[in-house]
T-cell receptor, first 113, second 114 residues
Framework: EAEVAQSPRYKITEKSQAVAFWCDPI?????LYWYRQILGQGPELLVQ????????DSQLPKDRFSAERLKGVDSTLKIQPAELGDSAMYLC???????????FGSGTRLTVV | EDQVTQSPEALRLQEGESSSLNCSYT??????LFWYRQDPGKGPEFLFT???AGEEKEKERLKATLTKKESFLHITAPKPEDSATYLC???????????????FGKGTKLTVNP
């Protein structure tokens, strides 16, 4: 069964350092999403890509977060500088069309100390 | 503002004890309602999509229903392996680019004791 690949699975970083997460969506899925999930909460959308273009980044803290999807395949989400409040699970998802549901990856658990 | 409220926050059942989880929503332009299952430390796993009031879908011991204001996830004769957090999400149009993002509730943590 096709999967969304994410790495790393866990990341511990110090406050003010830079950190990056990588996502490889299911082959053929044009839409890619980055969500953030704080413990005990539901996932919240950070950014949505359609191919290589950003469709929605209204909830992305652009002063410290950036995302790219060069060539419309895999994607990288970066945080610089990291803050204590960024500790969360970062989930990547992809879909052929959102109407048919997303497939999520296993996520990256970020701890900022 | 689109909102999704799930209740209860946590639910403990004995094996075989049927129950229901609730998801109420307010959204403009509902495109679909989704149910996901999430195990600890993992990403959400897709269960169902419901598109219109009156629609029902089933998978093993789970049955999802939809009205104009809420959705229910019925669990019949649950087993310990059904223990997980169940997330509800609504899909709505956004003003920015017409993206079809999912707005999630906080989830219901289900524990089924043997």
């Amino acid at each position: 069964e096709a999967e969304v690949a994410q790495s790393p699975r866990y990341k511990i970083t110090e406050k003010s350092q830079a950190v990056a997460f990588w996502c490889d969506p299911i082959s053929g899925h044009a839409t890619l999403y980055w969500y953030r999930q704080i413990l005990g909460q539901g996932p919240e959308l950070l950014v949505q890509f359609q191919d290589e273009s950003v469709v929605d980044d209204s909830q992305l803290p652009k002063d410290r977060f950036s995302a790219e999807r060069l060539k419309g395949v895999d994607s990288t989400l970066k945080i610089q500088p990291a803050e204590l409040g960024d500790s969360a699970m970062y989930l990547c998802a992809s879909s052929i069309r959102a109407r048919y549901g997303y497939t999520f990856g296993s996520g990256t658990r970020l701890t900022v100390v | 503002e689109d909102q999704v409220t799930q209740s209860p926050e946590a639910l403990r059942l004995q094996e075989g004890e049927s129950s229901s989880l609730n998801c109420s929503y307010t959204v403009s332009g509902l495109r679909g309602l989704f149910w996901y299952r999430q195990d600890p430390g993992k990403g959400p796993e897709f269960l169902f999509t419901l598109y219109s009031a009156g629609e029902e879908k089933e998978k093993e011991r789970l049955k999802a229903t939809l009205t104009k204001k809420e959705s229910f996830l019925h669990i019949t004769a649950p087993k310990p392996e059904d223990s997980a957090t169940y997330l509800c999400a609504v899909q709505a149009w956004t003003l920015q680019g017409g993206s079809e993002k999912l707005v999630f509730g906080k989830g219901t943590k289900l524990t089924v004791n043997p």
